[in-house]
C-alpha cells in the first residue's frame, strides 16, 4: 500500500474532519457527560459504514474495523472526548455554544482526527491483513479516567489488541510536524487533601489558640522537601499546592485550613514511598504544633511508558510518511495521562501533534480560554494514524 494513497485519502476527507472538529468544538460537553458527543461520534461511524459499534463505560465506544485474516493481529487506536470546565474567549464561527464548557485540550482534535482515519482506514480494509479497534473514551480530564473505566467495561477484548497508539495535540510544535518519545514520557499524577484543624479566635490574642494558618505554612515549607531532599535526583518529580483556603479575617485566625495540591513521578516505588513520607512530615508537624490533620493522598493516573519497540517503528513510519525533518524528539513531560492506563495492559505509542501557527497568532497554551490549532494539523493527523495503524498491524 502506497503512502501516496493514504495522503490522497487524507487530503480527501480533510474538510470533513474540520467540520467534524467544529462541530465537537461547538458542542463540549464535561467528562462523564459526553452523551451528546458519543451519539454523535456513532452516528459519523455508522455513515462511514462501520457496522461493528458498542457503548462502553456509558459514554465509550469501541468499534472494529475488520480487514483481511481479521484475527490474525489487532492494534487499537484511541481518542478521548471530553472538554474541560472553562469559558472560551476566542471569537471565532465555531466557539462553544456550551456556557462554561471548552475543548481547550484538543480532545475535539482527537476524536474527529480519529474519524477521519477510520473512514480511511475502512476504504482500505481489503489491502491490510488484522483488525483495527478503535477506542473513543469519556473522562480523561478527570480521576479515576475514563480509560480505566473502559478497560474495567473489557474494552480491550474480544479482540484483544497487542498494542495501542494515541496522539495528543502540542501547541509548543508547529503545525505540519509530530513529536515522539520512547520508553518514560509522561509523570503518575496524586491529588493531596489536606484539612489542618486548630483552635481559631482573634488574631490579637494567638496565645489562647493553635493557629492552623502557622502549622499550614510550616507543613507546605517542610513537604516542598520531600523533592529535594528525599528524592533521588535521577527520578523526575513535583509537588505543587495550587490551593490555600484559610477563611479568617486580618484580625480573625480560622479554626482550620485547607489545602489542595498535586503529586508527580516518573517512578512507582517512590510514588509509594513519598505518598507515606508526605503524610508522615504533615502528621508530625501538626502533632508537634497542637493541632490535628486530615491528609487524603488520592491517587490519579499512573506515568506513562512508551514502549520502545513500537515507538521505533512509529518514529520510523512517521518519517516515511511526514519526512525526516518533521519528526521531532519530546522530553519528559510532567503532566498526566490516562492513555497510561493501556499501557499498563498492553505495549503503547502516544505521540504529540503539532498545533502552533506564530503567524495565524495561535499559540496558547492547553487548558487556556483562548486556545486553538491550525486546522492544517488535521490534514496531518488522519492520515498519519492510519498508516502507523497499517504498519503496526505488519510488525
Same mark, same amino acid.
Given at each position: 500500500? $502506497? ?7 487524507? #487530503?480527501?476527507? &480533510? ?30 461511524? +455508522? ?48 466557539? $462553544? &455554544? ?89 509523570? $503518575?499524577?496524586?491529588? /493531596?487533601?489536606?484539612?489542618? &484543624? ?15 494558618? /502557622? ?5 507546605? @515549607? ?7 531532599? +528525599? ?20 484580625? @480573625? ?17 517512590? +510514588?509509594?514511598? #513519598? ?59 510532567? #503532566? ?15 505521540? +504529540? ?12 497554551? @492547553? ?9 492544517? #494539523? ?18
Amino acid at each position: 500500500m $502506497s503512502i501516496q494513497k493514504i495522503k490522497d485519502l487524507a #487530503a480527501a476527507y &480533510k474538510e470533513e474532519v474540520i467540520a467534524n472538529r467544529r462541530h465537537l468544538h461547538q458542542h463540549p460537553e464535561l467528562s462523564f457527560e459526553e452523551h451528546q458527543t458519543a451519539s454523535y461520534v456513532e452516528g459519523q461511524l +455508522r455513515k462511514i459504514g462501520i457496522s461493528d459499534v458498542e457503548r462502553k463505560a456509558e459514554t465509550g465506544i469501541v468499534a472494529l474495523i475488520r480487514g483481511k485474516n481479521p484475527e490474525k493481529k489487532t492494534i487499537a487506536l484511541r481518542a478521548d472526548m471530553d472538554a474541560l470546565p472553562i469559558q472560551e474567549t476566542n471569537e471565532v464561527p465555531y466557539k $462553544s &455554544k456550551n456556557q462554561g464548557v471548552m475543548h481547550a485540550c484538543g480532545h475535539d482534535v482527537h476524536t474527529s482526527s480519529l474519524l477521519g482515519s477510520s473512514k480511511i482506514l475502512h476504504e482500505l480494509r481489503n489491502e491490510f491483513e488484522g483488525t483495527i479497534k478503535l477506542i473513543f473514551q469519556p473522562g480523561e480530564e478527570r480521576v479515576p479516567g475514563g480509560a480505566s473505566l473502559m478497560i474495567k467495561d473489557k474494552a480491550l477484548e474480544n479482540p484483544k489488541p497487542t498494542a495501542i497508539i494515541g496522539q495528543h495535540v502540542m501547541p509548543l510544535i508547529p503545525a505540519g510536524k509530530v513529536g515522539f518519545r520512547p520508553g518514560m514520557y509522561m509523570a $503518575s499524577a496524586d491529588e /493531596l487533601y489536606l484539612t489542618i &484543624k486548630g483552635k481559631g479566635g482573634h488574631g490579637a490574642m494567638p496565645e489562647t489558640l493553635v493557629d492552623p494558618v /502557622l502549622v499550614t505554612s510550616h507543613i507546605i @515549607v517542610a513537604l516542598q522537601q520531600v523533592v529535594s531532599r +528525599r528524592a533521588s535526583p535521577k527520578i523526575p518529580s513535583v509537588l505543587s499546592f495550587g490551593k490555600v483556603i484559610a477563611d479568617g479575617a486580618t484580625n @480573625v485566625i480560622p479554626n482550620e485550613v485547607k489545602v489542595e495540591g498535586t503529586f508527580r513521578t516518573l517512578d512507582e516505588d517512590w +510514588r509509594q514511598k #513519598a505518598h507515606e513520607i508526605m503524610v508522615k512530615i504533615a502528621k508530625g508537624i501538626a502533632e508537634g504544633m497542637g493541632a490535628e490533620i486530615d491528609f487524603e493522598v488520592r491517587k490519579g493516573y499512573p506515568f506513562l511508558k512508551n514502549d520502545p519497540l513500537l515507538t521505533a517503528n512509529s518514529i520510523s513510519a512517521a518519517k516515511d510518511y511526514l519526512g525526516e525533518e518533521n519528526v521531532v524528539d519530546l522530553d519528559i513531560w510532567m #503532566a498526566a495521562e490516562d492513555f497510561s492506563y493501556y499501557t499498563q495492559e498492553m505495549d503503547g505509542c502516544f505521540y +504529540r501533534l503539532g498545533t502552533r501557527n506564530e503567524e495565524k497568532g495561535i499559540i496558547s497554551g @492547553v487548558h487556556t480560554p483562548t486556545f486553538d490549532i491550525d486546522e492544517n #494539523a488535521l490534514g496531518i493527523s488522519t492520515g498519519l494514524m492510519a498508516y502507523l495503524a497499517i504498519q503496526a498491524l505488519k510488525e
